[in-house]
C-alpha cells in the first residue's frame, strides 16, 4: 500500500495535502465569516457590494458568507425599500443578523440575568424592577454626564451620547433627520445603537428599554421618542431626537412624532447605513 506522502506525488510533483492546509483554511474564513458578521452588526442592513466594498474582498466571497450565515440562522435577508424609479434585475438585497448572529458578540448570562429579574419582580414587585432598570442605566452613562451636558444643544449631545454608548458596547451612532411637525428646515437627530448587549433580557423586561429612554431624556435635555428597538426584532434601537435647546423650554417646542411619522422613520431607520453618520 502506498503511503499518504507518495499518494500526494503526481505528475512529478508533489501536490500539497489537504489535510494540512484544511485548518489554516478554516481559520481564514472564520476570521471572514466573523468580520462580514460584525458589519452587519454595526452597519446593517447592508447589501453583499457594500460589505464586499467595505472589507476589501469580492463580493463573491461576501455572497458565501452571507449565505453560510443565513443558513446558519445567523444572519437574514430583506428587500432592499423601492427609492424612485427600479430598473431592470433582480431587486437589492439587505442583509442584518438575527438575534442568534447577534449572539456572536455577547449575550452571557443572559438566562441568568432573566431568572434574576424574574425572582426580583416576583418578591419584590414590579417597581423594584423599575428601580433596578433605572440604576443600571444610570450606572451605564453616569461616567460620561459631564461629557454629553457640556453641550448647548440636543443633537450635539446625542453625538456625544452615541460616542459613549459605543464605548460601552452599543456600536451607537447619529443622523440628521427632518424634525416630524416642524419647518422643512429643522432637523433633529436620530440616535441609532446597532448592538444591545441585553437584548434578550429587555424583551422579557421592557423596563430596561423604558429606563434607558428617560435616561436619555433627561442627559439630552430634551424629550425624546424611541421609534424602533432590537428588543423587539427591529435592526436597531433608534431613538428620535428633535433640535431644541436643552432644558424644560425644549420639550415643549415640537411634540413627540405621530404614530406614522414614528412607522416612516422606523422604517428609514432600516435603510442601509441606517443611523450612521448601526
Known amino acids: ?8 506525488q503526481q505528475d512529478g510533483g508533489v501536490q500539497p495535502s489537504p489535510v494540512s492546509e484544511h485548518p489554516a483554511h478554516g481559520a481564514v ?15 446593517g442592513p447592508l447589501s453583499a457590494a457594500a460589505v464586499a466594498e467595505q472589507l476589501g474582498i469580492s463580493a463573491t466571497a461576501v455572497r458565501r458568507h452571507l449565505d453560510a450565515l443565513v443558513a446558519d440562522d445567523e444572519a437574514q435577508a430583506r428587500q ?27 449575550h452571557a448570562y443572559d438566562d441568568l440575568a432573566v ?26 452613562v ?4 459631564e461629557a454629553v451636558t457640556r453641550h448647548a444643544d ?23 433627520v427632518a424634525t416630524p411637525g416642524s419647518a422643512a428646515a429643522t432637523h433633529g437627530a436620530q440616535l441609532c445603537q446597532h448592538h444591545c448587549p441585553v437584548a434578550h433580557v429587555a424583551a ?52 413627540p412624532p405621530s404614530a406614522e411619522e414614528a412607522e416612516h422613520q422606523d422604517i428609514d431607520s432600516a435603510t442601509p447605513n441606517g443611523g450612521t453618520t448601526a
Open 204 to 255: 422579557e423586561f421592557p423596563q430596561l428599554c423604558e429606563a434607558e429612554t428617560e435616561a436619555f431624556a433627561e442627559l439630552l435635555g430634551t424629550h425624546v421618542q424611541r421609534l424602533a428597538t432590537i428588543a423587539r426584532g427591529d435592526a436597531a434601537c433608534t431613538t428620535h431626537v428633535p433640535a431644541d435647546p436643552v432644558g424644560s423650554e425644549g420639550r415643549r417646542r415640537h411634540p
Open 29 to 43: 474564513e472564520g476570521r471572514t465569516r466573523n468580520e462580514v458578521a460584525r458589519l452587519l452588526l454595526e452597519q
Open 115 to 140: 431568572s434574576a429579574i424574574r425572582f426580583l419582580a416576583e418578591h419584590a414587585g414590579e417597581q423594584a424592577v423599575k428601580a433596578f432598570a433605572e440604576r443600571r442605566v444610570s450606572a451605564l
Open 154 to 176: 440636543a443633537e450635539s449631545r446625542a453625538e456625544a451620547l452615541a460616542g459613549a454608548l459605543t464605548r460601552e458596547g452599543y456600536a451607537a451612532s447619529t443622523r440628521k
Open 142 to 145: 453616569g461616567p460620561y454626564r
Open 1 to 8: 500500500m502506498k503511503k499518504q506522502g507518495e499518494l500526494d
Open 80 to 106: 432592499a425599500p423601492r427609492r424612485g424609479r427600479r430598473g431592470r434585475g433582480r431587486p437589492a438585497k439587505l442583509f442584518l443578523l438575527t438575534e442568534q448572529g447577534r449572539a456572536r458578540f455577547g
